[in-house]
């Protein structure tokens, strides 16, 4: 978590993504330029297709459109080893996994505007589309989702100044429609899940000569708002007259998040690099849940509104000893106000299995965090042209009110048994977090090589009110986390540029990942050894063609960095054409 743009209601940093530019498409010195690719290949790997095309109109105007499709199929799993959903039981592999194909489409449009020669102007709309189905027992549910953002961005570094200032603001609408096919107990229903986020930031960072050293100064601030909303139309009114099977885990509200930041960077000498930054962020959630029980038989519209503002500060020191290394080490704390579907959490498992409540109550995470490593990269180590880079680093992350799902209870009013509902609750003591990595890469002439390592230690220890409705508190101990990544895991890549001008690559990739847990698979998540390969040739200097070869020893597994829903494809052979132009 950094005192800057996407730290604000973050725990533990945040994930940017970069889309294509017109300079990405366009070759250097020409007015246009395309792009694009074919896929296609065995296991139900049926088609993976994009296209690209800009151009720049003048030097004041560039515009890019591009498209995307693809489509799979219900895919086999690997026949090397297996996956267990117990002891004693395991998937088949003598057929494909059901429900686990798809077809996506997604389409970018952009516009980069110089309006002066210090300032640009981009304008982006990014739409994705899937289709795709689920199924429980014998009922197929067709989905659609839709992912839809809108974008402005304006930079702006004037001439003559130390100022370099970037505003963006941006909508982001996320859909999921459903068909859900009748079940024994209860008709077919069409929903429509929907959140809505809208947001902006602004941060300028300056950079100024001090008696002290370089001095690189970033202030700004950012907000983002989110609202929910949910609809639901039944064959039959009478299987849910209260309307709270699907409202509930995703129930409407309103959710504000925001704050402003100040980060330093100073280098005083050519051998030391300090930094510190300090954020103050808020949030407001306002939202109503629907409870069954609360107040005699039936279900009750209870109000959720919270409100909490919190400093986030970070701090870091880097000392350079020798040409090309860097010993590092940072403290930075986090903070994470819960969500709508935590807080305002209500209704029903679907069917009146189990009810489900809110927890106005509901803290903010919090979390302290030490990390401290070593980083190194040089060249002409062992010949003259050679490159090495690595850097490895050890952290201990605390979590202080770590946010999880668990059952409640409360007794009915004017006494009785009491009702058993799921809702979100803070554990009380402190959750921790403690690994290590290492990142390594080295290329020497035509060969290059990867290291990645990644240990992970995960411990829930603490307890949580079970009666958070009620005076007083009754804790109880929770003994192990609902889910966690694999404590080790593992990958090595290795290629090799060939032939005379080295339009022939040829690399390979291999992954390692221990044990892991997820409480809501169905699925073992055993450790698995996987291989992948692959080989291009470059036709000509716009042609170029490419196999490759996914899980090459067709090994069983469920890949706990993915969806832990289906196990993973089984050995998938895919040959791709790329052209640009």
Same mark, same amino acid.
Do not use: C
């Given at each position: 978590?950094?005192?800057?743009?996407? +730290?604000? +209601?973050?725990?533990? +940093?945040?994930?940017?993504?970069?889309?294509?530019?017109?300079?990405?498409?366009?070759?250097?010195g020409d007015a246009w330029g395309v792009q694009g690719k074919v896929e296609a290949g065995d296991n139900?790997?049926?088609?993976?297709?994009?296209?690209?095309?800009?151009?720049?109109?003048?030097?004041?105007?560039?515009?890019?459109?591009?498209?995307?499709?693809?489509?799979?199929?219900?895919?086999?799993?690997?026949?090397?080893?297996?996956?267990?959903?117990?002891?004693?039981?395991? *998937?088949?592999?003598?057929?494909?996994?059901?429900?686990?194909?798809?077809?996506?489409?997604?389409?970018?449009?952009?516009?980069?505007?110089?309006?002066?020669?210090?300032?640009?102007?981009?304008?982006?709309?990014?739409?994705?589309?899937?289709?795709?189905?689920?199924?429980?027992?014998?009922?197929?549910?067709?989905?659609?989702?839709?992912?839809?953002?809108?974008?402005?961005?304006?930079?702006?570094?004037?001439?003559?100044?130390?100022?370099?200032?970037?505003?963006?603001?941006?909508?982001?609408?996320?859909?999921? $429609?459903?068909?859900?096919?009748?079940?024994?107990?209860?008709?077919?229903?069409?929903?429509?899940?929907?959140?809505?986020?809208?947001?902006?930031?602004?941060?300028?960072?300056?950079?100024?000569?001090?008696?002290?050293?370089?001095?690189?100064?970033?202030?700004?601030?950012?907000?983002?708002?989110?609202?929910?909303?949910?609809?639901?139309?039944?064959?039959?009114?009478?299987?849910?007259?209260?309307?709270?099977?699907?409202?509930?885990?995703?129930?409407?509200? $309103?959710?504000?998040?925001?704050? *402003?930041?100040?980060?330093?960077?100073?280098?005083?000498?050519?051998?030391?690099?300090?930094?510190?930054?300090?954020?103050?962020?808020?949030?407001?959630?306002?939202?109503?849940?629907?409870?069954?029980?609360?107040?005699?038989?039936?279900?009750?519209?209870?109000?959720?509104?919270?409100?909490?503002?919190?400093?986030?500060?970070?701090?870091?020191?880097?000392?350079?000893?020798?040409?090309?290394?860097?010993?590092?080490?940072?403290?930075?704390?986090?903070?994470?106000?819960?969500?709508?579907?935590?807080?305002?959490?209500?209704?029903?498992?679907?069917?009146?299995?189990?009810?489900?409540?809110?927890?106005?109550?509901?803290?903010?995470?919090?979390?302290?965090?030490?990390?401290?490593?070593?980083?190194?990269?040089?060249?002409?180590?062992?010949?003259?042209?050679?490159?090495?880079?690595?850097?490895?680093? *050890?952290?201990?992350?605390?979590?202080?009110?770590?946010?999880?799902?668990?059952?409640?209870?409360?007794?009915?009013?004017?006494?009785?048994?009491?009702?058993?509902?799921?809702?979100?609750?803070?554990? $009380?003591?402190?959750?921790?977090?403690?690994?290590?990595?290492?990142?390594?890469?080295?290329?020497?002439?035509?060969?290059d090589f990867g290291l990645g390592l990644e240990t992970l230690d995960v411990n829930v220890d603490g307890?949580?009110?079970?009666?958070?409705?009620?005076?007083?508190?009754?804790?109880?101990?929770?003994?192990?986390?609902?889910?966690?990544?694999?404590?080790?895991?593992?990958?090595?890549?290795?290629?090799?540029?060939?032939?005379?001008?080295?339009?022939?690559?040829?690399?390979?990739?291999?992954?390692?990942?221990?044990?892991?847990?997820?409480?809501?698979?169905?699925?073992?998540?055993?450790?698995?050894?996987?291989?992948?390969?692959?080989?291009?040739?470059?036709?000509?200097?716009?042609?170029?063609?490419?196999?490759?070869?996914t899980n090459l020893t067709d090994q069983a597994y469920v890949d706990p960095n993915g969806s832990t829903?289906?196990?993973?494809?089984?050995?998938?052979?895919?040959?791709?054409?790329?052209?640009?132009?």
């Open positions: 978590v950094t005192a800057g743009v996407g +730290g604000a +209601g973050a725990l533990a +940093g945040s994930v940017g993504f970069r889309t294509i530019e017109p300079d990405d498409v366009i070759p250097a139900a790997y049926r088609s993976n297709a994009y296209a690209a095309g800009a151009w720049r109109v003048n030097d004041r105007f560039a515009a890019l459109l591009a498209i995307s499709r693809k489509e799979l199929g219900d895919y086999a799993i690997g026949e090397a080893g297996r996956v267990e959903t117990s002891e004693t039981s395991a *998937v088949p592999t003598d057929a494909p996994v059901q429900q686990t194909g798809s077809e996506e489409v997604s389409a970018l449009a952009k516009a980069v505007i110089t309006l002066a020669p210090t300032a640009d102007l981009t304008l982006s709309w990014l739409d994705y589309r899937a289709e795709f189905q689920t199924s429980v027992l014998d009922a197929v549910d067709d989905q659609e989702t839709a992912n839809r953002t809108a974008t402005a961005r304006l930079d702006w570094a004037p001439l003559n100044s130390v100022h370099d200032v970037t505003s963006i603001v941006y909508w982001n609408g996320v859909e999921n $429609d459903q068909d859900r096919a009748p079940r024994r107990s209860y008709g077919g229903f069409r929903l429509d899940y929907a959140l809505d986020t809208f947001g902006g930031s602004i941060s300028d960072t300056m950079g100024f000569d001090t008696r002290f050293g370089a001095l690189e100064l970033t202030v700004g601030g950012e907000a983002f708002s989110d609202r929910t909303s949910t609809a639901s139309l039944a064959d039959d009114p009478t299987d849910d007259p209260d309307d709270v099977w699907f409202s509930g885990a995703n129930p409407e509200g $309103d959710r504000q998040v925001g704050g *402003v930041f100040a980060r330093a960077a100073l280098a005083p000498t050519d051998w030391l690099r300090l930094r510190g930054g300090l954020r103050l962020d808020g949030y407001r959630l306002e939202g109503t849940a629907s409870v069954y029980g609360w107040r005699g038989l039936g279900y009750t519209d209870l109000p959720v509104d919270q409100s909490e503002t919190a400093l986030v500060p970070s701090v870091g020191i880097s000392v350079l000893p020798a040409r090309g290394w860097e010993i590092f080490a940072d403290y930075t704390e986090g903070w994470r106000p819960p969500t709508l579907s935590e807080s305002v959490l209500g209704g029903s498992h679907i069917g009146f299995l189990l009810p489900f409540a809110p927890n106005p109550g509901l803290r903010p995470e919090s979390s302290r965090m030490l990390e401290a490593g070593v980083g190194f990269e040089e060249r002409g180590l062992l010949a003259a042209e050679d490159r090495l880079s690595l850097r490895a680093s *050890v952290y201990a992350r605390d979590v202080s009110d770590y946010i999880t799902s668990q059952y409640v209870y409360r007794q009915p009013p004017g006494g009785g048994t009491d009702i058993e509902y799921t809702a979100f609750v803070n554990i $009380d003591g402190t959750t921790r977090f403690r690994g290590a990595e290492l990142e390594a890469a080295y290329s020497i002439d035509r060969f307890t949580y009110d079970q009666r958070p409705y009620d005076p007083g508190r009754d804790p109880v101990e929770l003994d192990a986390a609902p889910s966690s990544l694999p404590s080790f895991q593992a990958s090595f890549t290795a290629q090799a540029r060939l032939l005379a001008d080295e339009r022939l690559a040829v690399g390979g990739r291999i992954r390692l990942a221990g044990d892991s847990t997820d409480s809501l698979s169905a699925y073992r998540l055993d450790g698995f050894m996987t291989f992948d390969a692959w080989a291009s040739y470059a036709i000509t200097e716009a042609v170029a063609v490419r196999v490759s070869a829903a289906y196990p993973a494809p089984g050995r998938t052979l895919a040959l791709s054409l790329e052209a640009r132009f």
